[in-house]
Protein backbone atom coordinates (compact mmCIF):
# COMPACT_ATOMS: atom_id res chain seq x y z
CA UNK A 1 0.00 0.00 0.00
CA UNK A 2 1.32 3.37 -1.04
CA UNK A 3 1.77 5.70 1.56
CA UNK A 4 1.42 9.74 0.46
CA UNK A 5 2.26 12.86 2.00
CA UNK A 6 -1.45 13.62 2.24
CA UNK A 7 -2.69 10.19 4.31
CA UNK A 8 1.03 11.20 6.85
CA UNK A 9 -0.11 14.56 7.42
CA UNK A 10 -3.62 13.54 8.79
CA UNK A 11 -2.38 10.77 10.09
CA UNK A 12 0.30 11.98 12.44
CA UNK A 13 -2.55 14.58 13.80
CA UNK A 14 -4.57 11.44 14.37
CA UNK A 15 -2.26 9.61 16.81
CA UNK A 16 -1.22 12.71 18.94
CA UNK A 17 -4.99 13.03 19.55
CA UNK A 18 -6.45 9.59 19.66
CA UNK A 19 -3.39 8.02 21.30
CA UNK A 20 -3.90 10.44 24.20
CA UNK A 21 -7.69 9.96 24.29
CA UNK A 22 -7.22 6.02 24.26
CA UNK A 23 -5.12 6.24 26.87
CA UNK A 24 -7.14 8.53 29.33
CA UNK A 25 -10.09 5.76 28.53
CA UNK A 26 -8.36 2.76 29.20
CA UNK A 27 -6.69 4.56 32.48
CA UNK A 28 -10.53 5.30 33.62
CA UNK A 29 -10.97 1.91 34.23
CA UNK A 30 -7.68 0.29 35.18
CA UNK A 31 -4.87 0.79 37.78
CA UNK A 32 -1.79 3.09 36.19
CA UNK A 33 0.91 0.36 36.19
CA UNK A 34 3.49 2.49 36.28
CA UNK A 35 4.49 6.16 35.17
CA UNK A 36 7.57 7.77 33.48
CA UNK A 37 8.19 9.58 36.83
CA UNK A 38 8.49 6.42 38.32
CA UNK A 39 11.07 5.09 35.47
CA UNK A 40 13.10 7.90 36.42
CA UNK A 41 14.00 7.19 39.56
CA UNK A 42 16.61 4.68 40.94
CA UNK A 43 14.94 3.60 43.79
CA UNK A 44 12.70 0.44 44.00
CA UNK A 45 8.92 1.35 43.45
CA UNK A 46 6.65 0.54 46.54
CA UNK A 47 3.30 1.06 45.28
CA UNK A 48 -0.23 -0.51 45.94
CA UNK A 49 -3.31 0.48 43.69
CA UNK A 50 -6.36 1.32 46.23
CA UNK A 51 -9.63 1.93 45.37
CA UNK A 52 -11.03 5.69 46.75
CA UNK A 53 -13.24 4.00 48.85
CA UNK A 54 -10.37 2.51 50.57
CA UNK A 55 -8.78 6.20 51.12
CA UNK A 56 -9.72 8.23 54.11
CA UNK A 57 -11.88 11.10 53.29
CA UNK A 58 -9.60 13.57 54.79
CA UNK A 59 -7.00 12.65 52.57
CA UNK A 60 -9.01 13.44 49.65
CA UNK A 61 -10.25 16.45 51.16
CA UNK A 62 -6.85 17.75 52.48
CA UNK A 63 -5.33 17.69 48.76
CA UNK A 64 -8.54 19.22 47.40
CA UNK A 65 -8.08 22.32 50.06
CA UNK A 66 -3.91 22.37 49.52
CA UNK A 67 -3.85 21.67 46.00
CA UNK A 68 -6.96 22.83 43.92
CA UNK A 69 -10.28 23.84 45.80
CA UNK A 70 -11.71 24.79 42.44
CA UNK A 71 -11.83 21.15 41.53
CA UNK A 72 -15.05 20.33 41.74
CA UNK A 73 -15.99 23.46 39.71
CA UNK A 74 -13.18 23.69 36.79
CA UNK A 75 -13.20 21.73 33.54
CA UNK A 76 -9.26 20.54 34.11
CA UNK A 77 -7.87 24.14 34.25
CA UNK A 78 -8.06 26.62 36.94
CA UNK A 79 -8.43 30.06 34.56
CA UNK A 80 -8.73 31.76 37.33
CA UNK A 81 -5.75 31.01 38.90
CA UNK A 82 -4.14 30.84 35.18
CA UNK A 83 -4.83 34.44 35.08
CA UNK A 84 -3.49 35.40 38.15
CA UNK A 85 -0.24 33.77 37.82
CA UNK A 86 0.36 35.34 33.94
CA UNK A 87 -0.52 38.83 35.52
CA UNK A 88 2.19 38.17 38.00
CA UNK A 89 4.75 37.18 35.23
CA UNK A 90 3.72 40.36 33.11
CA UNK A 91 4.63 42.53 36.21
CA UNK A 92 7.17 40.72 37.53
CA UNK A 93 8.63 38.85 35.52
CA UNK A 94 8.46 35.67 37.41
CA UNK A 95 5.77 33.42 39.53
CA UNK A 96 5.41 32.92 43.09
CA UNK A 97 3.42 29.90 43.13
CA UNK A 98 2.05 27.65 40.23
CA UNK A 99 -1.23 27.53 38.75
CA UNK A 100 -1.46 23.52 38.05
CA UNK A 101 -4.97 21.74 39.07
CA UNK A 102 -5.14 18.00 40.30
CA UNK A 103 -6.48 17.32 36.79
CA UNK A 104 -2.96 18.97 34.88
CA UNK A 105 -1.05 17.14 37.93
CA UNK A 106 -2.15 13.93 36.63
CA UNK A 107 -2.00 14.25 33.02
CA UNK A 108 1.70 15.21 34.34
CA UNK A 109 2.30 12.00 35.71
CA UNK A 110 0.47 10.08 33.42
CA UNK A 111 2.17 11.39 30.55
CA UNK A 112 4.61 14.15 30.45
CA UNK A 113 8.35 14.65 32.11
CA UNK A 114 8.51 16.50 35.73
CA UNK A 115 10.89 19.62 35.03
CA UNK A 116 8.71 22.78 34.13
CA UNK A 117 8.53 23.86 30.79
CA UNK A 118 6.25 26.28 28.88
CA UNK A 119 6.34 23.46 26.44
CA UNK A 120 5.26 21.01 29.02
CA UNK A 121 2.20 23.65 29.85
CA UNK A 122 1.41 23.70 26.20
CA UNK A 123 0.83 20.26 25.92
CA UNK A 124 -0.47 19.57 29.79
CA UNK A 125 -3.34 22.16 29.42
CA UNK A 126 -5.54 20.47 26.18
CA UNK A 127 -5.22 16.96 28.11
CA UNK A 128 -6.37 18.02 31.63
CA UNK A 129 -9.54 19.75 29.38
CA UNK A 130 -9.81 16.48 27.76
CA UNK A 131 -9.71 14.43 31.08
CA UNK A 132 -11.94 16.09 32.76
CA UNK A 133 -14.29 15.55 29.84
CA UNK A 134 -14.09 11.97 29.47
CA UNK A 135 -13.57 11.36 33.28
CA UNK A 136 -15.50 11.79 36.64
CA UNK A 137 -14.01 14.37 39.05
CA UNK A 138 -13.88 11.20 41.53
CA UNK A 139 -12.00 8.95 39.43
CA UNK A 140 -9.45 11.70 38.43
CA UNK A 141 -9.04 12.18 41.94
CA UNK A 142 -8.54 8.57 42.33
CA UNK A 143 -5.89 7.98 39.81
CA UNK A 144 -3.83 11.06 42.07
CA UNK A 145 -3.97 9.67 45.12
CA UNK A 146 -2.55 6.40 43.78
CA UNK A 147 0.53 7.80 41.37
CA UNK A 148 1.41 11.10 43.26
CA UNK A 149 5.10 10.60 44.86
CA UNK A 150 5.31 10.53 48.85
CA UNK A 151 9.19 9.93 49.55
CA UNK A 152 11.93 8.13 47.71
CA UNK A 153 10.35 5.14 45.88
CA UNK A 154 6.84 5.75 47.56
CA UNK A 155 3.95 6.04 45.18
CA UNK A 156 0.34 6.00 46.10
CA UNK A 157 -1.77 6.58 49.26
CA UNK A 158 -1.60 3.06 50.82
CA UNK A 159 2.05 2.84 50.39
CA UNK A 160 2.22 6.23 51.71
CA UNK A 161 0.33 5.80 54.73
CA UNK A 162 2.05 2.34 55.26
CA UNK A 163 5.63 3.79 55.09
CA UNK A 164 4.84 7.04 56.98
CA UNK A 165 2.68 6.10 59.68
CA UNK A 166 2.46 2.20 59.70
CA UNK A 167 -1.68 2.29 58.92
CA UNK A 168 -3.50 1.89 55.88
CA UNK A 169 -4.96 4.65 53.70
CA UNK A 170 -8.27 4.00 54.72
CA UNK A 171 -7.44 5.11 58.30
CA UNK A 172 -5.61 7.92 57.98
CA UNK A 173 -6.23 10.49 60.71
CA UNK A 174 -7.23 14.30 59.48
CA UNK A 175 -3.67 15.38 60.94
CA UNK A 176 -1.67 12.42 59.37
CA UNK A 177 -3.37 13.03 56.18
CA UNK A 178 -2.37 17.12 56.45
CA UNK A 179 1.00 15.69 56.77
CA UNK A 180 0.82 13.74 53.71
CA UNK A 181 -0.56 16.62 51.68
CA UNK A 182 2.05 19.31 53.33
CA UNK A 183 5.40 17.22 51.83
CA UNK A 184 3.62 17.19 48.22
CA UNK A 185 5.56 20.14 46.92
CA UNK A 186 8.72 18.73 47.58
CA UNK A 187 8.69 14.92 48.23
CA UNK A 188 11.93 13.72 48.51
CA UNK A 189 13.21 16.32 51.17
CA UNK A 190 10.31 16.22 53.39
CA UNK A 191 9.21 13.53 56.02
CA UNK A 192 5.43 13.42 56.98
CA UNK A 193 6.57 10.84 60.06
CA UNK A 194 9.08 13.86 61.01
CA UNK A 195 8.20 17.18 59.32
CA UNK A 196 10.52 19.72 60.34
CA UNK A 197 9.05 23.20 61.51
CA UNK A 198 8.08 24.65 58.35
CA UNK A 199 6.17 21.43 56.76
CA UNK A 200 4.50 21.32 60.09
CA UNK A 201 3.47 24.59 60.02
CA UNK A 202 1.56 24.05 56.56
CA UNK A 203 0.44 20.66 58.00
CA UNK A 204 -1.13 22.47 60.32
CA UNK A 205 -2.84 25.17 58.12
CA UNK A 206 -4.09 22.73 55.92
CA UNK A 207 -5.96 20.74 58.78
CA UNK A 208 -7.49 24.13 59.94
CA UNK A 209 -8.28 24.95 56.32
CA UNK A 210 -10.18 21.21 56.32
CA UNK A 211 -11.68 22.09 59.30
CA UNK A 212 -13.38 25.38 58.43
CA UNK A 213 -14.07 24.69 54.54
CA UNK A 214 -17.16 24.27 53.23
CA UNK A 215 -18.58 21.23 52.14
CA UNK A 216 -19.48 22.56 48.57
CA UNK A 217 -15.46 22.19 47.79
CA UNK A 218 -15.54 18.15 47.54
CA UNK A 219 -19.02 17.97 46.38
CA UNK A 220 -18.64 16.38 43.57
CA UNK A 221 -16.68 13.30 44.82
Known sequence: MRIT???????????????????????????VPVTPLMLMRDAPMDKDWVSIEEIAPALQRAVIVSEDQRFCTHRGIDWTEMSKVLDELQETGAASRGASTITMQVVKNLYLWPARSRIRKVIEIPLAVMMDFLLSKRRILELYLNIAEWGDGIYGAEAAA???????????TRNQAAR???????PLERNPANPDASTQARADKIAGDLYRAPAELWGCL
Request: charged share 15%.
Open 5 to 31: RRKVLIGIPAVLIGLPVLLILIYGVVP
Open 162 to 172: RRHFNVSAKDL
Open 180 to 186: LVAVLPN
